[in-house]
C-alpha cells in the first residue's frame, strides 16, 4: 500500500503532537490531525477492493453517527471517561484485527497472538479505568483481586501456547483471558494514579495499532501507531516524575488503606459568604486560582473568567492560575477547560513555575483541587499522596476553599487546610459560589 500521500500524512500527524503541546497551538494541532486522519480513510478506501467499499462506508458511517453523538452530549467533567473509553475501542479493534489476521497463513501466528494480547487488555483495562472514574470507591478487596491476576496471567499464557494452534475456540478463548486480565489488573490501582493509567492505556493503544501495522505490511499504521504509542509512553513518565512516583509501585503496588482515625475527631473550621470572598479579592494585590475537579464538574469555569476579567479591569488585582500536572482527571484536564472559557494562556502556570509565589500572595482561590494542596503530602508518611510534589498554598494570607462538603479527595483522605485559621470554606456548588461572587464584585465597583 504506497502512496506519494504518505510523507505528507505522517509530517501531518507530527505537526499535530507537536502542536498539542500548547494551549495557543492545539486548535490547529486538532485540525491537522483530523486533516491527516480523513486523508489516511480516504487513501485506505482507494486501494480497498470494490466489493469491500459498502461495508467499509457503512462502517465509517455508523462509527462517525456514534462519536458525533457521544462528543456532543458528553459533559466536559467527564472527558477523562470518554478517552479511558477511546483507548479502550482503539484497543478492540486492534484485538479483533489478530483475530482475524491469526488464520492468514502468511503472517507469524505469534505476532497475530501479540495483537490480541495488548489489544484486549487494553480494551478491558479501559473499561475498568472507566468505572474507577465514575465511581470513586468500588466495593472490592485489592488483595482477593491481585491474588485472581495471578491466576489469570498464568492461565493467559498456558492459553496463548494452545492459541498458537490457530484454533478459533483456542484462539477466542486467549482472548477473553485477556480481557479478564486486563481488567483485573487496573481495578486494584489506586484512584489518585488514574491519570497516569489514562496515559498508560493511550501508549498502549497506540503499540497496539503498530502491531498490527506490520501484520498487514501497512507503514502508516506503524508510523502513526509509534507516535500515539511513543506520546503515551513519554507523558506516562512525565507523569510519575510530577507526582513522585514510581511506575512499577503505580502499577503492581495499589496504595495501602490509610489509617483514619485522626479524621474522625471534630475539627472547627470556618464558614465564609460569597462577600467575605468577594470583600477580600477586590483589596488584594495577587490572586491565584487553582482549579480541581470541582470546577470541571459544576462547570464553573464561564464564571471564573467573568471574575478575572473582573478582578483585573476594575480593581487592579494580579489574577493568575496554578495548574498542577495531575489537576482534574487525566492530563491536561484543566487547561481544556480554561481554554474553553477563554482564559488566556500567558495567565496560567504550571506547578514549578508559580508555587514560589504563593508566599506573597493575598489570596488563594480553590475550587475542588483538594489532594494536589494537601500539605500531608509532605509530611504524613502513610498517606496515599506522599512525596506527591503539592501546590504550597498554605503560605498565602488567606484561602478560600469552594467544596460541595468537607468530604475528602480523590485519594480518600481529609486536607488539614480546610480547618486552618487563614482558611474560609465555601460551601456549595462552585459555579453558583462563583457567580455569587462575580456579583458582589460588579456591585461594589
Not at 482515625?261 to 490572586?287: C, S, W
Not at 469555569?301 to 500536572?325: C, D, G, W
Not at 500567558?346 to 489570596?363: C, H, R, S
Amino acid at each position: 500500500m504506497n502512496s506519494h500521500f504518505f510523507p505528507f500524512i505522517y509530517a501531518l500527524f507530527i505537526l499535530a503532537i507537536n502542536a498539542l503541546s500548547e494551549p495557543r497551538k492545539a486548535y490547529k494541532g486538532n485540525l491537522w490531525a483530523m486533516i491527516a486522519m480523513c486523508l489516511a480513510i480516504f487513501i485506505s478506501f482507494y486501494h480497498l477492493p470494490y466489493q469491500y467499499l459498502p461495508f467499509a462506508i457503512l462502517s465509517l458511517a455508523c462509527g462517525a453517527i456514534i462519536g458525533i453523538i457521544t462528543a456532543k452530549r458528553i459533559k466536559i467533567s467527564d472527558l477523562p471517561q470518554m478517552v479511558a473509553l477511546l483507548n479502550g475501542l482503539g484497543g478492540l479493534s486492534a484485538g479483533i484485527i489478530g483475530i482475524i489476521e491469526i488464520s492468514a497463513t502468511n503472517h507469524p501466528i505469534w505476532l497475530s497472538i501479540i495483537i490480541i494480547f495488548i489489544g484486549f487488555t487494553t480494551f478491558s483495562g479501559s473499561i475498568a479505568a472507566f468505572l474507577k472514574l465514575n465511581y470513586n470507591k468500588l466495593p472490592l478487596d485489592n488483595k482477593s483481586i491481585r491474588a485472581s491476576c495471578f491466576i489469570i496471567l498464568i492461565t493467559t499464557a498456558v492459553s496463548a501456547i494452545y492459541a498458537y494452534s490457530a484454533d478459533l475456540q483456542y484462539v477466542l478463548g486467549f482472548a477473553i483471558l485477556c480481557c479478564l486480565l486486563g481488567f483485573f489488573f487496573i481495578l486494584p490501582i489506586g484512584g489518585a494514579d488514574m491519570a497516569i493509567i489514562i496515559s498508560i492505556l493511550n501508549s498502549f493503544s497506540g503499540w497496539s495499532t503498530v502491531m498490527v501495522g506490520f501484520s498487514l505490511n501497512n507503514t502508516l499504521m506503524i508510523i502513526t501507531g509509534t507516535i500515539i504509542g511513543a506520546s503515551g509512553t513519554i507523558l506516562s513518565y512525565i507523569m510519575t516524575k510530577a507526582m513522585n512516583r514510581n511506575l512499577l509501585k503505580v502499577l503492581f503496588t495499589p496504595f495501602k488503606e490509610f489509617d483514619k482515625n485522626n479524621q474522625e475527631q471534630i475539627k472547627t473550621y470556618h464558614i465564609g459568604t460569597p462577600r467575605d470572598a468577594a470583600f477580600l479579592m477586590e483589596n488584594a494585590t495577587k490572586v491565584i486560582i487553582i482549579p480541581g475537579f470541582g470546577m470541571a464538574a459544576a462547570g464553573a469555569q464561564n464564571e471564573l473568567a467573568n471574575m478575572v476579567r473582573i478582578l483585573k479591569n476594575n480593581y487592579n488585582v494580579i489574577t493568575k492560575f496554578a495548574i498542577h500536572p495531575v489537576a482534574g482527571r487525566m492530563p491536561g484536564h484543566m487547561n481544556v477547560l480554561l481554554a474553553e472559557a477563554n482564559i488566556n494562556p500567558d495567565d496560567v502556570f504550571e506547578l514549578k513555575d508559580i508555587n514560589q509565589e504563593f508566599q506573597t500572595t493575598d489570596v488563594v482561590y480553590i475550587i475542588g483541587a483538594n489532594d494536589i494542596t494537601n500539605p500531608l503530602a509532605k509530611t504524613e508518611k502513610n498517606s496515599p499522596i506522599y512525596k506527591m510534589p503539592i501546590l504550597e498554598v498554605e503560605r498565602a494570607k488567606r484561602i478560600l476553599f469552594v467544596k460541595r462538603s468537607l468530604g475528602p479527595g480523590y485519594s480518600g483522605i481529609d486536607n488539614p487546610l480546610f480547618y486552618a485559621d487563614n482558611t474560609l470554606m465555601l460551601l456549595g456548588d462552585a459555579k453558583e459560589i462563583t457567580k455569587k461572587i462575580v456579583t458582589e464584585l460588579e456591585e461594589n465597583i
